[in-house]
């Protein structure tokens, strides 16, 4: 089913919750849809400064056009909401989903839109979602898109995911504007094991690049990295089709392919051997070690991911990686 472009009805309230790169820039991309946006941010810091037009510390250099409505008062934030943003990291989104559940409107969708697996449980965000705020509604908003890019206004297309296909197409439609194009999609899982795997694969480009291996490397590291998310995502059912698109392929074609990714600047700080402490978000260091433990606990073959996580824990070096991985036993090339 095909959502209804750009026809259908603006003028929902929206909160978004979470003031950093993305909450703001999807604050800014849905006020352009024509909603009217509210915004919790937990520091009055970034409250003050998003009144003033800008986000320094999350969105350096963007002006922010006038409307947003920020607020450090989650209840404020929430009132009479047709639909909720969650824009927390993954680590952070079940004390936020905590916070926000009292005063969560019963009933309104609730679109996830960080990307990464809970490290301690394992869980995906839906089911944290679900848990938390079993009455609302999931849904899932992945795909290519910096947030930098969205908040310039800069032509992106992303992917909006529920189970439920209408309200899928319902969102996507509400959410699409001149320059952000949202398909829509019922494989909730699939979108989010895509978003949440492609961030691992982007730490590993950057170290690859970091540690100058070579732009072979760097293609061979990222088709095969390909095929441990398809081995993982059929794990957790969900459809190859899905990762082929956006919030997989898509996604790693951005992340892996550019310093602009939190990740990839992660990484490729790592293969240069700088230092890590201070660096901006890289959702992929907790989601390696979890994804790691996953593929051992299903027995599914993912000896990038292991690597990663073992590079990032200190038990291995790169070059000790790239060791054991060359040299591992050879096999069809098909053999996903
Ligand atoms: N940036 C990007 O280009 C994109 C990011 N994403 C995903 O979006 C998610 C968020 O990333 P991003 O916005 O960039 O991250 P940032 O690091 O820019 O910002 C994180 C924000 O979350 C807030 N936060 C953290 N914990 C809580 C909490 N418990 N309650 C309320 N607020 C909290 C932080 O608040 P405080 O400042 O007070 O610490 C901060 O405002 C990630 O999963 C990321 O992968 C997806 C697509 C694009
Ligand atoms: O997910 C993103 C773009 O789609 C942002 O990637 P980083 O978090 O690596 O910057």
Not at 4 to 26: D, E, Y
Not at 120 to 127: I, R, Y
Not at 145 to 162: E, H
Request: net charge neutral; hydrophobic share 50%; proline share 5%.
């Amino acid at each position: 089913m095909t959502g209804s472009g750009h026809k259908a009805p603006s003028g929902w309230r929206i909160a978004v919750l979470g003031g950093g790169a993305w909450g703001t820039a999807l604050a800014l991309a849905m006020l352009r849809a024509g909603h009217f946006v509210r915004l919790y941010a937990r520091d009055p810091e970034t409250v003050a400064a998003i009144d003033r037009g800008e986000n320094p510390r999350y969105l350096p250099g963007i002006a922010l056009q006038a409307g947003i409505v920020a607020t450090s008062d989650i209840e404020a934030a929430l009132d009479g909401a047709d639909c909720v943003l969650a824009v927390a990291p993954a680590q952070s989104l079940r004390a936020m989903l905590a916070t926000a559940k009292t005063h969560m409107p019963k009933g309104v969708p609730l679109v996830l839109c960080a990307k990464g697996i809970e490290r301690d449980t394992g869980a995906l965000l839906s089911a944290i979602a679900r848990e938390i705020l079993p009455e609302n509604p999931v849904a899932a908003l992945s795909g290519p898109s910096f947030a930098t890019d969205v908040a310039r206004g800069l032509p992106t297309a992303v992917v909006v995911a529920a189970r439920d296909e209408d309200l899928a197409a319902d969102l996507a439609a509400r959410f699409s504007a001149q320059n952000l194009r949202c398909y829509s999609s019922d494989d909730l899982i699939g979108v989010e094991i895509g978003g949440a795997l492609k961030n691992v694969f982007a730490i590993a480009a950057g170290a690859v690049t970091g540690a100058a291996l070579g732009a072979s490397a760097q293609a061979a590291m990222v088709t095969r990295g390909f095929v441990e998310l398809r081995r993982i995502g059929a794990a957790f059912g969900a459809r190859p089709e899905t990762l082929m698109g956006l919030s997989g392929l898509g996604d790693l074609l951005l992340t892996c392919s550019s310093a602009q990714s939190r990740n990839f600047a992660y990484g490729l700080a790592l293969g240069q051997g700088k230092p890590l402490a201070g660096l901006p978000l890289a959702e992929g260091v907790p989601t390696a070690a979890i994804a790691a433990r996953i593929a051992a606990e299903r027995k599914i073959d993912a000896p990038i991911i292991t690597a990663v996580a073992a590079i990032l824990d200190g038990t291995i070096t790169i070059r000790q990686a790239v060791a054991a991985l060359m040299t591992r036993p050879l096999k069809t090339e098909t053999d996903v």
